[in-house]
């Protein structure tokens, strides 16, 4: 190998391997996925964010505010259902991990589900909310009680929730009584996956709906749980770890 060729080598060595560990294919779901570094302390306080408290913000002026700020989806619409299980004690985790229960998401995610639940109440259902943003603090919490990546993300990775565009949700008719998507939220089994067969045809139906209904939108599915979703490209959002007021 002569001079010149050598230290090309050596560079295009370094640049295939700098790629190749910055990707992984998700065995299960056949998605390959960015791997996110160790979170340090820098990542961690998101730079500039803004969080527009209760109160502050008309509706109408929605459209003067960035839409990656944190909002009370709340002060959007009335229209939501809300069963916050993390602020209660009735979650897979036994113990309650917010101090009230708050729906705070990046505003762009709020106006895709004010969308979204417009054209469900169209037809007769409306969303039901059991988780929106979580700060980082909360998934170490989370991730210290159950430290098991199938069922809880790594806080070393984060998850879409902590950067303020994953929501967990479902549908309720008319009557406020939840559609049967064959397993409760949180169930942590084959039977929550998109990709599980042995369902009932009004289960299937209800699973479309709700996924039809999200897709169109702007949201993407995760698929070993129906009920949760994330806002496309929500990953290239920063981590944070704001805390919303409790009254
Ligand atoms: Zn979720």
Known sequence: MNKLYCPLSFFFIFVFLSCSIH??????????D????????????????????????????????A?????????????????????????????????CAECYLRLKTVNALLKANERFM??????????????????TKMWSIVSNPNYVANPKKGSIHNRGGAVDLTLVDNNGKELDMGTPFDFFGIES??????????????RKLLR???IRFGFRIFDSEWWHYNLKNAKKDNLSNFKWECD
């Open 212 to 214: 039809n209904g999200m």
């Open 34 to 65: 960015t791997i996110i570094s160790p979170i340090t302390k820098k990542e961690v306080v998101e730079p500039n964010i803004e969080i527009v408290k209760s109160q502050e913000l008309p509706f109408t002026q929605s459209e003067i505010i």
């Open 23 to 32: 990707t992984k294919k998700n065995r299960k779901t056949g998605i390959t």
């Open 67 to 99: 839409d990656t700020s944190f909002v009370n989806i709340k002060d959007y619409s009335s229209d939501f259902v809300y069963d916050m299980k993390y602020a209660t004690d009735d979650n897979f985790l036994k113990i309650q991990v917010y101090e």
């Open 122 to 139: 169209s037809k007769g259902y409306r969303i039901k909310l059991f988780d929106c943003y979580r700060p980082l603090d909360v998934q």
């Open 193 to 206: 996956s998109h990709e599980f067969e042995n369902l009932s045809e009004e289960v299937k139906n209800n």
